[in-house]
């Protein structure tokens, strides 16, 4: 298949170990935010979201992190999987946009078994 | 399969063609994007649509590039005179609108131009 992010910054992990993946985002007046994963040759596929009246969010094993002081967005995700080894795309909106999207650089995790 | 579904998967094309790709939104979405994706970096806005109506256009989207939604259902969006720096995944995209914002992406299709 084809490969999503050939230059990307790259996280490896161990196979059970928590993996964080750190994004910076650009507009202080952004105030919807989502994590996708991209898996080689798909389209992005939602993993979780949290809006600007919130610091934390969590999901099943994964947790968002806000920190709107220093415009930094982090996912957190517990007990990683092989399933798990993805392209990690964070992205930015606000409502006077219609919230289109505005996407971060992109992570590349490797989880190694 | 009740996601958004986008066809063809992949399309090569001669450079100076016309192509057009379509996008099937979740039913009931009144919100559809259309999004493009070069080899390693995250998509770019190019277009929207709230039910049938275009309300923004990326300065990307040139004048040989036109998106329809005639029925605020299926979208096309149509590249004439295709050029080799078309070449990109085209993803598309669709939420349901009003307080609700999760946007979920098709599989995109695949143009590359020769």
């Known amino acids: 298949g084809e490969s999503v992010g050939l230059h990307l910054p790259t996280l490896s992990v161990q196979e059970g170990d928590n993996s964080i993946i750190n994004c910076a985002y650009s507009?202080?007046?952004?105030?919807?935010f989502i994590w996708y994963k991209q898996e080689s040759g798909k389209g992005p596929q939602f993993i979780i979201d949290?809006?600007?009246?919130?610091d934390k969010r969590q999901g099943q094993r994964v947790t968002v992190l806000l920190n709107k002081t220093v415009k930094h967005l982090s996912l957190q995700i517990a007990a990683t999987q092989p399933g798990d080894s993805a392209v990690y795309f964070c992205?930015?909106?606000?409502?006077?946009?219609?919230?289109?999207?505005?996407f971060g650089s992109g992570t590349r995790l490797l989880v190694r078994p | 399969d009740t996601g958004v579904s986008q066809n063809p998967r992949h399309k090569i094309t001669k450079r100076g063609q016309n192509v057009t790709f379509r996008c099937d939104p979740i039913s009931e979405h009144n919100r559809l994007y259309w999004y493009r994706q070069t080899l390693g970096q995250g998509p770019e806005f190019l277009t929207y649509?709230?039910?049938?109506?275009?309300?923004?256009k990326s300065r990307l989207l040139s004048d040989r590039f036109s998106a329809e939604r005639p029925k605020g259902s299926f979208s096309t969006l149509e590249i004439q005179r295709t050029e080799q720096g078309d070449s990109a995944m085209y993803l598309c995209?669709?939420?349901?609108?009003?307080?609700?914002?999760?946007?979920?992406f098709g599989q995109g299709t695949r143009l590359t131009v020769v």
């Open positions: 649509f709230q039910n049938e109506a275009q309300l923004e």
């Open positions: 995209a669709s939420s349901l609108g009003a307080g609700n914002t999760e946007a979920f």
């Open positions: 949290i809006r600007s009246n919130m």
């Open positions: 507009n202080s007046a952004s105030d919807y």
């Open positions: 992205a930015e909106s606000t409502e006077h946009s219609s919230y289109k999207l505005i």
